[in-house]
Nanobody, 123 residues
């Protein structure tokens, strides 16, 4: 069992940056992890994912070259550095985890989810 807690969300102006953190209650070195986001009235969308070792990553088209996913397995922590933020990035951001050797981009494949953190980008 893994308990995930996101932090680092907030209100930022367009063009600004935020760094999200997802802290796990247990060891995560065997877990693929990812970030997803959900805006009001919309489906949960893939943002970024990372393999259990951190050696492989994948990004959603809308965030490529702006967001960076990383992890520190010694600290059981997942990060999402978000730069050049746009109003359309406004959403609740969730981290997720699943024991796997793959990079997983589909929400339904994940077993564990955090409660989410709100990111709001003003124009």
């Amino acid at each position: 069992q893994v308990h995930l807690v996101e932090s680092g969300g907030g209100l930022v102006q367009a063009g600004g940056s935020l760094r999200l953190t997802c802290t796990a209650s247990g060891r995560t070195e065997n877990f693929a992890m990812g970030w997803f986001r959900q805006a009001p009235g919309k489906e949960r969308d893939f943002v970024a994912a990372i393999s259990k070792t951190g050696g492989r990553t994948n990004y959603g088209d809308s965030v490529k070259d702006r967001f960076t996913i990383s992890r520190d397995n010694a600290q059981n922590t997942l990060y999402l550095q978000m730069n050049s933020l746009k109003p359309e990035d406004t959403a609740v951001y969730y981290c997720a985890a699943r024991q796997s050797i793959r990079v997983i981009i589909t929400p339904r494949e994940y077993d564990y989810w955090g409660q989410g953190t709100q990111v709001s980008v003003s124009s």
